[in-house]
Nanobody, 120 residues
Framework: VQLQASGGGLVQAGGSLRLSCTVS??????????EGWYRQAPGKQRELVAS???????IYADSVKDRFTISRDNAKNTVYLQMNSLKPEDMAVYFC?????????????WGQGTLVTVSS
């Protein structure tokens, strides 16, 4: 499975960004059940911030709940992460992932990272 992420950039605190991730090759031997967005800040572990399973079941980390929205356009095979009310602590490299489990933890493909910078 191949994933292509885009949409990162520089934004002021309180602003918004939308990340996109186009997914292809899901007809491989692995059955992809969903996609997610992880992020990794300098010196920190990669963390899962949002996932969408079977196209409509969404899960969010507490730190982004009510600010971030994950969605999927099946016609375009693209997963989006709409990020609103961004905070400096949201600054990180964001990675999209395709997984075979319902928690988006068993990852079978990663997109390249896209940097989100939030200025205070």
């Amino acid at each position: 499975v191949q994933l292509q992420a885009s949409g990162g950039g520089l934004v002021q605190a309180g602003g918004s960004l939308r990340l996109s991730c186009t997914v292809s090759g899901t007809g491989s031997i692995f059955s992809i059940s969903g996609e997610g967005w992880y992020r990794q800040a300098p010196g920190k572990q990669r963390e899962l911030v949002a996932s969408i399973i079977n196209g409509d079941d969404t899960i969010y980390a507490d730190s982004v709940k009510d600010r971030f929205t994950i969605s999927r356009d099946n016609a375009k095979n693209t997963v989006y992460l709409q990020m609103n009310s961004l905070k400096p602590e949201d600054m990180a490299v964001y990675f999209c992932a395709a997984a075979i489990d319902s928690q988006c933890r068993v990852v079978r493909g990663w997109g390249q990272g896209t940097l989100v910078t939030v200025s205070s």
